[in-house]
């Protein structure tokens, strides 16, 4: 197994001045193919932050960090839109989806911007549609879709374009606990039979058991547990 | 294109998601600029065309014939006359002779021999009745009494600037009889030679051409000023359409016509003070109409800067997911466009469906002109390539700010 993401001493630091706050303060990860790791810790700990890292949405201030044997720190801000088009896979907090297009037209999005023909695109997305459980529901609009519903287009979305890592930011946060069960089972489905390598943050330690690792996180700092 | 077609749906999708409300009254913001645009220049322009079509029309014709300037006359009238009816583009034509007279009114009546004669300088046409209303409907601008008659001799229309009741409004500037109205009587002097006429009618038009002269049949103006070799002054010609009015001069010119006399299209003889006048009113009112050029590109602009502004956060989701900046741009660029195109469209259709005809039929009455609503197809054609680009502009620029921004900045909606 090769590592997907090598991450050495990152540190991430907002403000200027006096006014720095120090939020990541040298985090050392290594995620390894096909692995399902899930990042914990108290609300404030730097979770999303060390995750906006790893995903290439933002920039540490400090350090070293190699995603699919890329140097992601070098890239500019195109190249780094290929790359987390090319490679990566999203599922936010709150869905995050574009409110004007259909579910089937969400999914698209990416394949599109890959430059797959419209009618492969749409057979894609609704495969993808699919395999979350939304049959039949290809041309609703994301305000006509339950939010659990809305989470599985999002999880189906980031799924079309074959990523290498999905990384989900507390994709349950704004659910029920019957719908984040839902799209825990579907990502925990996901690694089991296609290998998929899954980053999660979550600080339900229910929806932490099926990962393979647990990343705990404290002011800024990786913790052993 | 990848980013096209990906910037196209989202474009399309978000106008069809917008309230029709809102989309209407955009439209209608943009069909209003537009016309604003085509209006101003074109009823300025206008009002100088209604002149000029009036002009052609009940003076001067499509094709003007005069002497040549080492001439006094129009040589050889008569065969030239015949050969010009031979040409397949000739719908009519009028033979004029002129010239200068002083008219007397009210001398019959006058008492005392040594007070002041009712007297006016005149300008004297000499015409064939028949083919002179044929080439400018002259009978239709009869205002008072009837037209002449071809068979009848002794009878004279008289322009309404020479007599007092109508000049009035003009200022007393003018060198006018009183009194007079059809079946009045006035004499013509011009040097020893003098003729009693009866006034057979008024005539007024738009054209002062016509208010500034008198007509009597071209046989008494022949014998009257003693032109017995019927040279004529001026011969005005009709063609079938005023697009060929050059082809026909050529043609004229080709067969040696030139040698008896001066011909000009009826566009080469217009003053070029009125030409200018055209194109600085073209100018002034395309000045105006871009006021509300500017308007309605600060209006896209807002709109498009608010729409952005309150689709930030899935712009910067849509730029986390892979989206490149100009699939975003395009889809704001293309609701502009849309906007523009649609409004543009309206407008160019009440235009030519609707005021164009209108102010055809129903010409604003100006005292020198029947101002019509002048738009070009070329011009609107620009106006509408102007709006456009103003309108793809302003709902670029904001999109292009909006895109721009921090993409994780955006999906936080943070600063
Ligand atoms: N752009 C920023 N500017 C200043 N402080 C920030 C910024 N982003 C995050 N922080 C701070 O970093 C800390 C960790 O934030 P975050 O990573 O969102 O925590 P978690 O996701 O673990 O709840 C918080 O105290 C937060 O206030
Ligand atoms: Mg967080």
Known sequence: MSALIEARNIHRKFGKGDLITHVLKGIDVTIEEGEFVAIMGKSGAGKSTLMYQLSVLDTPTEGELLVNDTDVLTLNERE????????????????????????????????????????????????????VGLEGKYPNLPGELSGG????????RALAGQPKIIFADEPTANLDSISGTQIIDLLTCLHREEGQTIVMVTHEPEYAEPCDRIIYLEDGQIVQK | MRSLRIGL????????????????????????????????????????????NAVRESAQGDVIISARDDEDFILETPSLMRTIATYPEVTAYSVRYTGAATMEANYTERRDLSGERDTASVSVTGIDPIAEDHMTQLSELVVDGEYLDPKEEGYILIGVYFLEEYAENFGDFLDTVSNVGPGDQVRLDIGDISKEFIVKGIVESKVDEVNFTTFIPEREFRRLFSRLDRNADQIVIRTETPE????????????????????????????????????????????????????????????????????RRHIGILKGIGIHREAIEIAYVAQAAFYAVTGAALGTLLTYGWFVPYFDENPIQFPFSDGILAADPEGTFWRFVTLFIVTIIAGFVPAWMIVRQNTLNSILGRK
């Open chain 2, 9 to 52: 749906l989202l474009g399309i999708r978000q106008i069809q998601r917008a309230s029709y409300w809102t989309t209407g009254l955009i439209i209608f913001v943009m069909t209003l600029t537009f016309l604003n645009l085509i209006a101003v220049s074109g009823i300025l322009v206008g009002l100088i065309q209604g002149a000029e």
């Open chain 1, 149 to 156: 519903e809305q989470q599985r287009v999002a999880v189906a």
């Open chain 2, 244 to 311: 060929q009015n050059a082809d026909v001069v050529a043609a004229m010119e080709a067969n040696g016509l030139t040698t008896f006399a001066k011909i000009v299209t009826f566009e080469d003889n217009l003053p070029k003070f009125l030409i200018d006048i055209k194109n600085t009113f073209n100018v002034l009112g395309t000045f105006i109409g871009s006021i509300g050029l500017v308007v309605a590109s600060i209006t896209i602009f807002i709109i498009i800067f608010i729409n952005a502004v309150s689709r």
């Open chain 1, 80 to 131: 780094a839109t290929d790359f987390r088009l090319q490679t990566l896979g999203y599922v936010f907090q709150d869905y995050a989806l574009v409110p004007d297009l259909s579910a089937q037209e969400n999914v698209m999005m990416p394949l599109l911007m890959r430059g797959d023909d419209w009618q492969e695109s749409k057979d894609t997305a609704n495969r993808m549609l699919d395999n």
